[in-house]
């Protein structure tokens, strides 16, 4: 979670903080340690330190050995440490908080970007708990380094994005969860010159995307009120609906589209990405808001 470096000749003392947990992602505690290099003979060794302030500078710096001989285990082992490497890194630092210990994974988020998605820690909590076996399963499948904005964008298998801004240096770091709850300018842009119908499909891949995030509890914030009240009176039961009848991840096409009243009504099919012979269908009825809002509800239809 935290390092510092301090360097005596041949000697570097790096100072870690970080934390223990069980290969079932269950927290154990706060680790201090001290892993010393000689980069002469390429030797390391390790010392636990005690701490109980949880203050890394607090631990003893000062380097008092000169030489680490060789021995059967302590070599120093060449890794190459290269673009995706960090990125996967990146991914598994996030699962491995996440799980373990979800409170620092939320401070990690970027600050507008978690108030905004998840407003407070109980909600990103419950994220957590109801999707542990999606975020145990995450895994590296693309990225793309933005030299411009010092960022790594990273995608899972599923196409979600895992996007980490880096400030100072790598473990100074925030990151976000998709790319639509704070988008970017070319987004709105895009959004504040397209037309209504165009507004309306954009909505459309916004839905999908948040479907395939599990980002239930934004899904719930945009449903009509009056729909609300009639099929999903708490967050609740609309997470409990999706996880029983849209459990997968999803790509869709639009079949038809129509303006009613200023309700626009689309019907797309749905098809589940590791199995595209499974589809669905559903009826997505769309109210155009100020600015980038709009509401919905929607039909669902399993197996067209």
């Keep these: 979670l935290e390092m510092e ?17 069980t290969t079932e992602y269950k927290f154990l505690g706060n680790i201090y340690v001290s892993v010393n290099i000689d980069t002469q003979n390429n030797t390391f060794s390790i010392e636990p330190t005690e701490n109980n302030s949880e203050e890394l500078e607090e631990i003893e710096k000062e380097i008092n050995i000169e ?8 070599i120093v082992s060449e890794i190459v440490v290269n673009d995706q490497y960090i990125c996967t890194q990146y991914l598994y630092f ?38 542990k076996e999606e975020i145990e399963a995450l895994t590296l499948s693309k990225f793309l380094i933005n030299d411009e904005r010092n960022q790594f964008v990273c995608q899972d298998k599923n196409e979600n994005y895992y996007i980490f801004d880096i400030k100072d240096n790598l473990l100074d770091y925030s990151y976000k969860l998709d790319t639509y709850t704070i988008p970017s300018q070319q987004n709105v842009e895009q959004y504040q010159n397209a037309t209504n119908e165009q507004k309306v499909s954009l909505n459309t891949e916004k839905f999908i995307n948040m479907l395939n995030t599990r980002d239930y509890h934004t899904i719930y914030k945009l449903l009509n009120e009056e729909y609300k009240a009639q099929h999903f009176q708490t967050e609740q039961e609309l997470i409990d609906y999706f996880k029983y009848y849209a459990p997968k991840f999803y790509n869709y096409e639009v079949k038809s589209s129509e303006n009613q009243d200023d309700v626009y009504i689309q019907e797309i099919v749905i098809s589940e990405k590791d199995n595209p012979e499974k589809v ?5 009825m769309m109210q155009l808001q100020n600015e980038m809002d709009f509401k919905l509800s929607f039909n669902y239809t399993v197996d067209v």
């Design 5 to 21: 470096v301090k360097t005596k000749g041949n000697i570097q003392k790096y100072l870690v903080k970080g934390l223990a947990e």
């Design 67 to 74: 030489t680490i001989e060789k021995n059967e285990t302590n």
């Design 94 to 131: 996030y699962k491995r908080l996440s799980l373990a210990q979800p409170e620092i994974a939320y401070q990690l988020l970027n600050k507008e970007y978690r108030e905004k998605r998840f407003e407070n820690v109980d909600n990103f909590k419950l994220y957590v708990e109801n999707f």
């Design 280 to 284: 669905g269908g559903m009826t997505i």
